[in-house]
Nanobody
């Protein structure tokens, strides 16, 4: 049984930083892509970024590119989302997700439908 457990989010002031973690269990994820998504109040869930577990190759949406970093720790079966220069518009529930088959080249890793496994979500609030 696949389980993805995110760390607690939190309240951060604008300009601050926060690191979220996602511990994955239940199977071997070496062939998976691990994605981060977020959902702001009243908005649809959107793609933030993803990392290929095997190669650690990453891809980010433009909204967070340059101020966010996704990494993974094989020994801990954990994926991280480091967010810097946070702004109020980054306020959302953040989710990690796992996809057994998606490809950066065709943008399939940005699509929610390609991720069958999801964490419970964690609230990140950025105050101005």
């Amino acid at each position: 049984q696949v389980q993805l457990v995110e760390s607690e989010g939190g309240l951060v002031q604008a300009g601050g930083s926060l690191r979220l973690s996602c511990v994955a269990s239940g199977r071997t994820f070496t062939s998976y892509a691990m994605g981060w998504f977020r959902q702001a109040p009243g908005k649809e869930r959107e793609f933030v970024g993803e990392i290929k577990w095997s190669t650690a190759t990453t891809y980010y949406t433009d909204a967070v590119k340059g101020r966010s970093t996704i990494s993974r720790d094989n020994a801990k079966n954990t994926v991280y989302l480091q967010m810097n220069s946070l702004q109020p518009e980054d306020t959302a529930v953040y989710y990690c997700a796992a996809s057994p088959a998606c490809y950066t080249t065709d943008s399939s890793c940005t699509r929610i439908s390609n991720y069958p496994y999801w964490g419970q979500g964690t609230q990140v609030t950025v105050s101005s």
